[in-house]
């Protein structure tokens, strides 16, 4: 593949990643403000941003199907549009319930900004490939949750939290003018599946043994790191640790740069260890503990180790998605699409209850006059999720490994 080719398949499904990560993560440093003009808690703010989750996993089935039947520079073009509505919708909002419907049209809008470039990079690139490359895809929505810590605090204190998303709204609409105009169309061969076929075709993956065996432990890990990362982390910092607002999102800053480097360096390991003959699915096992580990020392570890901690949750947090390709890889390549809609749909549903459940928890403890949570509603919170976590890893290691309906190339 030329350069050329491949900068037009990478980059604008790339900048859409980012884009999607940056609407994800963006609560969590306009918390205060969101907070203070619209006057929420701490579980209102908990479904307040967790609802973008249940819009997205909400479409991923459907949007499995429109992947393979119309591909993924259409469709996720044509889904941009409403998050750039949704985004509007929220600037204005005076109300909870229309930032709820914003938030909504946001996570609904960019619903196939990862799957559609999972799906693009399943056809334009080798089997192989698919660990790196999708880490870098990773990569790009590291930048996104970077941009969406000092610089939007920044932004924000000079302009406003609504005219952040005024902002957002007008770079959906250019993301998916670039998507449609840039990124060139690849027919994967042969007749087109019809709709019923296509169903059957989710009934397929739903009720391979392979994929339940790991998926709960991939939801579980990746919910909490979304959950966590994309609003929690921000006032555990200003709560627990004590940082100023100021660095806090320094911090958090530095943490999406760890994930960046996780995403990365986390796919080419496991892409050189598959070269090895140490499968993709082992490795990414492997990480998803190490990520475990360290959750348990956000709960344990002497306060003055919270910097090392967190930035070793950003860099592990990202081991989930490895899983990605490693299920991708056990499929056909027709099934491609709903494979990874499949997983992240789970993901997705599991990282909205997440969220809003640690703000629940949190709130049975009293907020402090100037705001402040309690840390015991953290400790409870995040010590669910890791429970949770440890169970589908014990799943996982008993499950058995034959009996696989859907599977004919692993």
């Known amino acids: 593949m030329n350069k050329r080719t491949l900068l037009r398949v990478f980059l604008p499904f790339a900048a859409g990643y980012f884009?999607?990560?940056?609407?994800?993560?963006?609560?969590?440093?306009?918390?205060?403000?969101?907070?203070?003009d619209i006057g929420v808690g701490p579980?209102?703010?908990?479904?307040?941003?967790?609802?973008?989750?249940?819009?997205?996993?909400?479409?991923?089935?459907?949007?499995g199907i429109l992947l393979d039947r119309y591909g993924p520079r259409k469709t996720e073009a044509v889904l941009l549009m409403f998050a750039g509505l949704g985004a509007l919708i929220f600037s204005q909002a005076q109300s909870l319930t229309w930032l709820l419907a914003g938030r909504a049209f946001i996570g609904f809008g960019v619903s196939a900004c990862l799957m559609a470039s999972f799906k693009a990079y399943s056809v334009w690139f080798e089997r192989d490939k698919w660990p790196v490359v999708n880490g870098f895809q990773m990569a790009s929505g590291g930048l996104?949750?970077?941009?969406?810590?000092?610089?939007?605090?920044?932004?924000?204190?000079?302009?406003?939290?609504?005219?952040?998303?005024?902002?957002?709204?007008a770079l959906s609409v250019v993301i998916g003018i670039l998507v449609l105009t840039v990124v060139p169309e690849k027919k994967t061969g042969g007749p087109a599946e019809s709709f019923g076929a296509q169903i059957r075709g989710i009934r397929e993956v739903f009720t391979s043994l392979r994929f339940w065996r790991i998926a709960p432990l991939v939801t579980l890990s990746q919910a909490t790191f979304l959950a966590v990362q994309g609003l929690w982390v921000g006032p555990?910092?200003?709560?627990?640790?004590?940082?100023?607002?100021?660095?806090?999102?320094?911090l958090m800053s530095v943490l999406a740069v760890m994930m960046i480097c996780g995403w990365i360096g986390?796919?080419?390991?496991?892409a050189r260890l598959a070269r090895r003959g140490i499968p993709v699915g082992v490795t990414a096992v492997g990480c998803m503990c190490?990520?475990?580990?360290v959750q348990l020392l956000v709960l344990v570890a002497p306060a003055s180790w919270y910097r090392g901690v967190w930035l070793m949750y950003g860099f592990l947090?990202?081991?989930?998605?490895?899983?990605?390709?490693?299920?991708?890889?056990?499929?056909?390549?027709?099934?491609?699409?709903?494979?990874?809609?499949?997983?992240?749909?789970l993901v997705f549903v599991a990282a909205f209850a997440a969220q809003w459940v640690i703000g629940v928890i949190i709130e049975l403890w009293p907020v402090a006059s100037d705001g402040?949570?309690?840390?015991?509603?953290?400790?409870?919170?995040?010590?669910?999720?890791?429970?949770?976590?440890?169970?589908?890893?014990?799943?996982?290691?008993?499950a058995p490994k034959t009996g696989v309906k859907s599977d004919p190339h692993t």
Do not use: H
């Open 19 to 36: 884009l999607s990560y940056l609407f994800r993560t963006v609560n969590a440093v306009l918390a205060p403000d969101l907070a203070a």
């Open 43 to 63: 579980s209102a703010l908990g479904l307040l941003t967790s609802v973008y989750f249940i819009s997205f996993a909400s479409f991923q089935l459907p949007l």
């Open 144 to 169: 996104g949750a970077l941009v969406a810590t000092s610089p939007v605090e920044l932004f924000a204190a000079a302009q406003g939290w609504r005219m952040v998303f005024i902002a957002l709204a």
């Open 236 to 250: 555990w910092l200003r709560d627990v640790t004590g940082l100023a607002r100021g660095d806090a999102a320094a």
């Open 266 to 270: 986390l796919g080419f390991i496991a």
């Open 290 to 293: 190490l990520f475990m580990v």
């Open 317 to 345: 947090g990202t081991a989930g998605i490895i899983a990605y390709a490693a299920l991708t890889q056990q499929f056909e390549l027709r099934l491609s699409g709903r494979v990874t809609t499949g997983v992240n749909l």
């Open 372 to 398: 402040a949570y309690q840390k015991a509603g953290f400790i409870y919170g995040f010590g669910l999720m890791l429970t949770l976590q440890t169970a589908a890893l014990i799943w996982y290691l008993v």
